[in-house]
Structure formats: C-alpha cells, structure tokens
C-alpha cells in the first residue's frame, strides 16, 4: 500500500488508556509501567493522579510515584501531604497548595470564599457572583432586577431576551389535541440558553426534545436548529446524504506553536471543500473583508481525502503546491509538494524597528503587510484505460495575495477564488470521436450502397429509378440511425418491412403421392353382388390370390419405401422436357381434374394446411418476449428503483436485460428451436416450402419424407422416425447422403415468368363473372361461391407438379445448381452468381427464411420498441405509461403481421382461408 495511505483515526477513536500519536496519526498506548495515561483531550501522555512530573524524555513525560497520604499538586509537579487525611475542600472553599511566594505548603490548606464570591471549576480562586452564571451558589444571591433564576441557575435576562415566551412554544401536537406541556415549561427555557453557551448536555436534551415532537416543524425543532455551531448534529445536511458521489476531505489544523488543534471536516471560508461532487466541475469567488481576516488565527492546515475500503476509513494526504505568478496550473510535474498551507498571516508582516541605543528591535505598532490566500484549486486528475472511473490522489495548488499597509488600514475587500476542476488528459478523445463517426458513417452508406444493389440484382431491376433510391435512402437512414442511436428511424424501417413483406410468394410442396386401389364403385359398392365381386376378382386371368384394397396400399407403401431408401428421384425416372413441351404439359387450361383416375386416391390436403397454420404462428414468432422484457424493465426501473440512478450526475450505471441472450445462448441450443422444429415439421408431413422474397431470390425449405410418404397410421409413424435416428434410411438433405434442408434461391428470369403464369391465369378464372346478383356477391356467405375453386384447386396441382419435378432436375432448359456462399457474400448478404441461365440453391445453415418473419428482425422490432418507450417517456415522463404503449403498439403491429400474413398465405398457397387457424 502506499505510504501516504493509512488507515483514519482521531482523538475520539482512541481507547481510554490510548493518546494519539499526532506524528502517525494514530492511536498509542501509554505505558502504565512508567505511571503515565492519556490526557484529557488524548493528544498526549502524562503523569496519573498519583504521580508527578520531574522532566520529559522521547517527548513523554518521567513520573514519580507520591508517597503514602500525598496527591499530586494542581500543576502535577509536585507531591503535598492532605490534611487529616483529608484531601477535598468544601463546595465553599477554595484549595491552596503554595504560598504567595510559590513555595510548596506542608499541606493542603481549605480556605472559604468571602460574601458575594463563590469558587472557580478547579477550586483555585474565588470568583464574584456577578461574573458567570452560577447555580445555587450558596454566597451568592441572584438580583432578580437583571436575572431570572431557572433550575437553580442564575440567568442575565438580556440572553433571553429573544425567548419566545408564547403558549406554542410549549406546546406539542399530537394526533387528539395538543398539549401545553410541564416538562417543556420547565426544562425548554435553561436547555435552549445553555446549547448557546455551547454547552453539549444541554445541546443533547435540547434535540431529544425536538426528538419528541417527532420532528415537526415546530418551535422546538427550531430553537435547537438556531444555536449555530452546536456540538450536536440531529439533522442531516442536504450536502452530507450522498456518500458514492462526493469527494470527503478532513481536515487536520495544527496552531503557530505546532500544537494540534482539532481533526474535523473542513471549515474554510465561504464552506470551500465541504460538497465536491465527482465529475463537477466548479469555479466561484467569494468576498471577505480585510477585518475578517484579522480576527482570524494563523492556522496551519493540513489535508486528507477520506474514504471507505473494506469497511475501514482510510485517509490520503493531499499535496499542496504554492503556486507562482504566472504559472500554469496543470503542469506541475516538476515543481516541488509540501503538505501544510495557511489561510493568512499577520504575524511575519510585523517589521522590526531597530533601537540603536539599546541595540534591540522593537514591534512595529502596525502591520505592513499582510499575506492571504488569493486561490484555492484542486485539481482532480482522472484515471484512463482499465482504470477508467477512477481518480489519482488529488491536488491543492494555492496562490498567495499579499495587501499593504494603506489597503489594510482602508479595510478592503478581498476576493478568493475557489475551482474545483475535474481533468482527464485524453485530449484526443474529441477527434477520434468525429474519426470514428465519421467511419461508422462511411461504412454505413457503402453497406446501404451494397444492399441496394442487391436489392436490384434479387428483383433483376439494376436500372436506378425511384423505388431503388427509396430503398437506398431507407438504408442509409436505417444503417446511420443504427449507428448513432437514432432510434426514431426505426418507424421507416418498421414501414419498409410491412411494404416488402406485403405480398411475398410462397408454397408448399406436397410430395405425397396418390394411392392406387381398386375402384371402390365398381367392388366395394353396397349394390354390387358378393357373387360378382369374387368373380371378377377370380377371373381376372391370372393366379395370384386376391387381395384386399388395405393388402393393396400396404404393398404399395413397402414397395415406395424400397424406392425411396435407394434415393431415386425423378430424375432417374423421367424424361427431361424440354421448355415447348413445358408450357403444353403445365396449361392451366390442360386440367387434370378433368380426367379422374379411379384407380387412385385423393392425398389429403390436411397436411398442407398442418404446416401453413404452423407458418401462421412462426410468422410473429421473437426471440423474446416481449411481456416479459417489459415487465422486467419496469421491475428494475420502478420497484428496484434503478430509475432513481439517473438523478446523480457522476454515476454509470448498465442496465442489462438478459432475456435475448438466455433466448439465444440457452434456450434455443438446449429447450425449443422454433426454427428447427418447423423443419422438422415440415419433413414430418412430406412438405416443401418455397418462398420468394423478391422477385428472383428467396429460400427453399426441403421437407421430402425420405419414406416417401407421411400420411400413415401412428404406429408406422413412430417406426419411420426410429429409422431416421438408428440411420436405417437415407438422410433428409436435398442432395443424397446430405442434412442441409434450407438453402438460399436464385431463380433465374425464365423460372419467374412462368411460375408468375400459374397466378395470372388463377387471378383471370377469379375475377371472371359469377351468377350471384352483384349486390350479394360480396357477402361473407357468398364471397367462397363466387370463385372457380375447381379451377384454383387445378391451378394448385399443376403448380405443386411443376415444383417438384423442377426440383428433381425434370427440365432441361430450366435446372439449378447447389452451391456454398462465399464469405463475403455471408457477411454482406450480396449475391455475385450470375443465374440468367441456371438457378442458384446456395446452401444455408443459419435459417436465412427467418427474414420474411419477425423471428429474423429483432433488431428491427427492438429499435422500434426502444424508440417508442424513449418517445413516450420523453414526453411523459412516466415509465409505466411508457412500457405500456410500447407494449400494445408492438402487439398492434403482430396484429397487423398477422393479418396480412393471412391474407397473404391463402392467396399464394391457393389454400382456403377458412381453414386456416
């Protein structure tokens, strides 16, 4: 530890057989060995009762014992025998030890005072009545013409002359009535007159009176706060109730001939030290006159900075240095520090008249010059780097003044300065702070440059127009508002997300295939003969036995299985077609609803809409919850009260709301993965998701069953998901012997305009003319009639066949190639692959389709949350009504998301609205 650092103690901290060690500034015992205990004040040793002083050594006392019948006489220098065995005089009589010439009696001698004395505290002289105030004294008699006589005591009345003789002064209040108190009428008045005189009993009964009235503003309360400078605190001072953001000095004051006058906080003029606040900087000027500081005593003070470290209160010296005219008061490196300063001094400004006759000097009757601090600073320097926060060991520079003999006689007014100044040389701090917003600025326009331009290259648009300056301008402003916590441009994000997430294009892939049985009509029907049925089947030339429909599906499951283990696409099995066929096989005016097969059954579209009512949900799906972030903001704000830290200028305090890191790091890794388990979901119930967020790009989730089939019974379920995890069967990637399900879409233009075609015709059939009365059209009854759902179901299957045979490399003109990203294309979101010709699936790892839902834009729904709670609490002040208009606009914009996700899914999914959930 540092050697200027030591732990605090004082006079009063001392034990009673300890005196403190002014040199140390610590407590000491005193060795009873040698007869000595510690003095009255505690600041030294000396001899006990029983012993007397016969000289010093080491700065401590030598005792000796008195002999048997002896006690130590008043001055401690000398032993005297009592009087018949006595060795107290009456409370009349004066004690005498010596005689007139000071030699030392035989004994102790009691003398009574005369009439109208009364004796002194240390019984050594009498005093006259009418000189101090006394309490019945027995030679004295109280004049009742200029005293008053109150408990014993003799009272000058002109003291009390200020007493408020009224019936409230005596008067407490309590919650019934209030009561003209007897104890106050006796004991209120001497409590008050002697707390004047500075006396400290009396200081305590006056505040324990104050105490019973329960410190109302009453009369009492404020008698005990008009005695200044009482050596009882009851009251806190406003300056003294912080304790973390004040700097606390104590000051040690030692007189001219070196003698340790007192250990307390600073009383300086015009209160100087007594609130320095960290981090506040101050700078005022105080006026005193020039008779002031001549009442004042030449003091020599030295100072500490105090404070608490493991429950101990440690002190710190503070070094002064005495600044020269001219100097500058922040370098001081190589100037030299002492540790004592003074406030003036009329002492060494006393010339010296020399007396030639005698040969002496003489005292000049007048002072010539008179030396007073002009300047007090301290300068605060602050710690940088890890120790950022904290302080260096203060510094006091002070400027002297000095006034002459003509300004001292013309009692002039003198001007200190005070400054208190916080430094922190890190003066570079300014321009590296325009340096790195100027960076952060740079980069964010190159970022808003790239995601423009691949804003163009996703939607095949590179020409620049209005719409592509929108969008640069909304993310300059989103990647600049970012940057400098400009949270109010999260609105336009918040605008550009609802707008680009409108009308997204999305599908599920069925892979289900239809189960081929025999015509229920023509051998299950309750008209067919059972005579006819066997014959049929019998006759059917050829001998296998017959079968029942269920033995049909179940061989016609095993034998898909088989298919599927083997990882046979339709690209093993079907013929490539070229773009002309293309466009014959997949007219929507071709329908393959027209020609039923009645050897195949109908797949259920129930799964379908399993995964589009789970895409509902994940749609408004976060990664927090935003219930319980706001009901934990306003825990930590209103009931812990963090809101209260703000009110202090020098403190920081973080406030860390963990709950999007435990949704991240915890609980998605070990709990529940929303995004996984749509995947899951999806490869569960032989569905593929196809999304296009922008006209050419988009993702790809691949939910194929790699058993071919889903729809089956529990048990059969349960068997497929055992095989999966014991790896009896092939894995679920796209490409065989992979896992990658997700990947990222590239489409090229011929792709887009045909799968656009699918919707343009289906839009034409939907918007044709309808039977039903135009006035009754739009009824809710009716708004299903009024559509061709033969015609859309149609559309749908054509659809769903076109995807999966593209996705299984049936097309010669229109194919896709799998790939990895790049890194930079990772890090910038930016595509380089050209796709005119082939589409692009790049394999992707990180739920990238969590973009066209809320899960994948927090940061984009916490800015807006952080910019709406800020606004209103600007505006309100109030952090309850804040957190609850946050609260019901973002469940306001969920709504909205949901809404139009709705609305959005059943239109491009071709599926019915009503049965979605």
Not at 148 to 177: A, H, M, R
Not at 197 to 216: A, G, P, Q, T, W
Not at 502 to 517: A, G, L, R, S, V
């Amino acid at each position: 530890m540092n050697n200027e650092i030591f732990e605090l103690s004082r006079p009063s901290f001392c034990k009673n057989d300890e005196y403190f060690d002014t040199k140390y500034f610590s407590c000491r015992k005193c060795n009873i060995f040698e007869f000595l205990e510690p003095s009255t004040d505690h600041l030294q040793c000396v001899c006990n009762k029983f012993s007397k002083t016969i000289g010093f050594k080491n700065g401590n006392p030598i005792c000796k014992k008195c002999d048997y019948n002896q006690i130590v006489t008043t001055d401690g220098k000398d032993c005297i025998v009592c009087k018949n065995n006595t060795c107290k005089c009456s409370s009349n009589e004066i004690l005498m030890e010596r005689n007139l010439d000071g030699t030392l009696l035989n004994n102790i001698k009691c003398l009574p005072c005369p009439k109208d004395t009364y004796p002194s505290k240390e019984n050594s002289k009498c005093l006259p009545c009418n000189n101090l105030d006394n309490r019945n004294q027995r030679n004295c008699i109280c004049p009742m013409a200029s005293h008053v006589k109150i408990q014993g005591y003799c009272l000058n009345k002109d003291n009390l002359s200020d007493w408020p003789d009224v019936k409230s002064t005596y008067t407490i209040k309590f919650q019934s009535e209030n009561i003209d108190s007897y104890y106050l009428r006796t004991k209120l008045q001497a409590a008050m007159y002697f707390c004047k005189n500075k006396d400290k009993m009396s200081c305590e009964h006056l505040s324990h009176i104050c105490v019973l009235s329960l410190y109302v503003n009453s009369i009492q309360c404020a008698l005990f706060m008009q005695t200044h400078m009482a050596p009882v605190k009851l009251f806190y001072n406003k300056d003294e109730t912080s304790l973390n953001n004040t700097l606390n000095f104590t000051m040690a004051t030692f007189s001219l001939e070196g003698k340790l006058l007192e250990i307390d906080s600073p009383n300086m003029p015009c209160h100087f030290l007594t609130n320095v606040r960290f981090g506040v900087n101050l700078n005022k000027k105080c006026i005193i006159t020039v008779k002031d500081l001549l009442n004042m005593e030449v003091k020599f003070i030295q100072l500490y900075l105090t404070f608490k470290e493991e429950e101990k209160v440690l002190s710190h010296a503070v070094p002064i240095y005495i600044k020269k005219e001219y100097e500058n008061d922040y370098d001081i490196s190589d100037t030299q520090l002492v540790r004592k300063f003074f406030l003036m001094d009329n002492i060494s400004g006393i010339k010296a008249l020399p007396n030639f006759v005698t040969g002496t000097f003489l005292k000049k009757s007048n002072l010539s010059v008179l030396r007073y601090m002009k300047s007090f600073t301290l300068l605060v320097n602050i710690q940088s780097g890890k120790a950022r926060g904290k302080i260096y060991p203060p510094i006091v520079i002070i400027e002297y003044g000095e006034l002459m003999e003509q300004q001292i006689s013309r009692n002039v007014d003198v001007t200190i300065n005070y400054k208190v100044t916080f430094a922190l040389k890190e003066n570079h701090i300014n321009t590296n702070t325009q340096i790195f917003i100027g960076i952060l600025s740079s980069i964010a326009i190159i970022n808003s440059a790239l995601k423009t331009w691949t804003y163009c290259k996703k939607n095949y648009g590179c020409t620049p127009n209005a719409t592509v300056s929108l969008w640069f301008f909304i993310y300059v402003m989103g990647a600049i508002g970012n940057t400098l916590i400009i949270a109010s441009i999260s609105i336009v994000e918040i605008m550009g997300f609802i707008y680009q997430h409108w009308d997204i294009h999305i599908f599920f892939i069925d892979w289900e295939q239809p189960k081929i049985t025999r015509n229920s009509s023509k051998y299950d029907s309750p008209y067919t003969s059972f005579r006819k049925l066997y014959t049929n089947i019998l006759t059917g030339g050829n001998n296998e036995n017959p079968k029942a429909p269920s033995e049909i599906i179940a061989a016609k499951r095993n034998k898909t299985f088989k298919k599927t283990s083997k990882r046979n696409t339709h690209s093993q099995i079907c013929k490539p077609v070229e773009q002309e066929e293309l466009q014959v096989t997949y007219s929507i005016s071709k329908s393959s609803m027209q020609e039923p097969n009645d050897n195949q059954l109908s797949v259920s579209i129930w799964r379908v809409y399993l995964v589009a009512n789970e895409w509902l949900k994940l749609l408004t799906k976060r990664k927090i919850n935003i219930s319980l972030q706001i009901i934990s903001t306003l825990l930590v704000l209103e009931v812990i009260g963090v809101k209260y830290w703000s009110l202090a200028i020098p403190e920081i305090t973080i406030t860390e709301h963990p709950n999007y890191l435990i949704s991240i790091i915890f609980y998605e890794r070990f709990i529940k993965d929303q995004m996984q388990q749509f995947v899951d979901l999806c490869s569960i119930a032989n569905i593929s998701v196809f999304i296009l967020e922008y006209n050419y790009y988009g993702f790809y989730i691949h939910g194929r069953s790699v058993h071919g089939f889903s729809d089956t019974d529990l048990f059969t379920l349960i068997n497929n998901l055992k095989n999966e995890e014991n790896q009896l069967c092939a894995h679920r990637g796209l490409v065989p012997g992979t896992i990658e399900q997700n990947f990222i879409v590239s489409v090229t233009q011929t792709f887009r305009i045909f799968y656009e075609k699918f919707y343009t015709e289906k839009n034409f059939v939907n918007s044709s003319p309808s039977s039903i009365p135009i006035t009754n059209r739009f009824l809710k009854k009716n708004i299903y009639t009024s559509m061709d759902w033969n015609q859309i179901c149609n559309t749908r299957i054509k659809l769903n066949q076109f995807l999966c045979e593209f996705l299984d490399h049936c097309f010669k003109d229109e194919d896709y190639i799998i790939k990895e990203q790049h890194l930079i294309e990772k890090l910038c979101d930016i595509l380089y692959t050209n796709t005119n010709k082939t589409s692009v699936f790049y394999i992707d790892n990180d739920y990238s389709f969590s973009q066209v839902i809320l899960y994948g834009n927090e940061w984009l729904m916490g800015t807006f949350e952080i910019t709406i709670f800020l606004f209103v609490l600007t505006l309100y002040d109030n952090y309850v009504l804040a957190a609850t208009v946050t609260f019901i606009l973002s469940q306001l914009f969920i709504v909205i998301i949901k809404y139009s996700g709705r609305k959005n899914l059943s239109s491009k999914t071709l599926l019915d609205e009503r049965f979605l959930m």
